[in-house]
């Protein structure tokens, strides 16, 4: 069977389906992930560099211009890759009728959390 | 089961219980187990910015936490899944761009993510107890 005969007309008329959209999600998750390695990077080397660090010195490492900078882009891409590989695992192990609500609450919990780490990391660098 | 045309069994799909563990469904399932970890310390990174973020007294409790030895046998545990998914990832980055996918170069690979992760680990865990001491 061909593939344009495995389609339901429908499908073919609005031309939607996995040629289009289905690989988004799979694209992001590489996107990201190639985005993590330098930003992840960056991280583990300045929380070794700055471990036993005090307050006032951590507080100085994360107020820094490029600290700050590297730090927003770290949280938006860790959450959007922590999103989309959760939501992977989900679909290949949750088969029951709580799939549809894990996936639902894993997505808003990211989002949340990657939000409150925003609100933080800005609220330390421009904060009083 | 037997096929009734032909007599002979039918293949089944490999059942996980009973499948003898290889270096490659080992580390399929590695990365994905080190991923969903590292989901819970993406939350622990916000929550240690919020400390941050809400002053000293909090940030002290926070750090107080990461020095007891439950708090460092968590930090070592992150940093182990952090190298094990990052190598992984990278493996499979090269995999998703066409390369290595020789039965040769899966293990080569496979066994090269091992060794650079542990590798990594201790060598992070050494270089943090030259710097900040034993009692951090």
Known sequence: ?128 | MANALSGRPKPLSPNIQIYRPQLTSVLSIANRISGVALSAYAVALVIWLLAVAAGPDSYAVAHAFIRSWLGQVLMFGCTFCFFLHFCGGVRHLAWDAGYGFSLRAIYTSGWAVVAVSVALTVLTWAIKFALAGYDR
Do not use: N
Request: with cysteine.
């Open chain 1, 1 to 128: 069977m061909s593939k344009a005969a495995m389609r339901s007309p429908l499908g073919r008329a609005l031309g939607l389906g996995s040629a289009r959209d289905g690989v988004e999600d799979w694209w992001r998750e590489r996107v990201s992930a190639v985005a993590l390695v330098p930003l992840t990077g960056w991280f583990a080397v300045s929380i070794v560099t700055h471990a036993g660090d005090g307050y006032s010195a951590v507080i100085a490492w994360l107020r820094s211009p490029v600290t700050t900078t590297l730090m927003t882009l770290l949280l938006i891409t860790l959450f959007q890759h922590t999103a989309l590989g959760l939501q992977v695992v989900i679909e290949d192990y949750v088969h029951s009728r709580i799939k549809i609500p894990v996936l639902v609450g894993v997505r808003l919990g990211c989002f949340s959390f990657g939000i409150a780490g925003l609100v933080a990391i800005l609220r330390i660098a421009f904060g009083a």
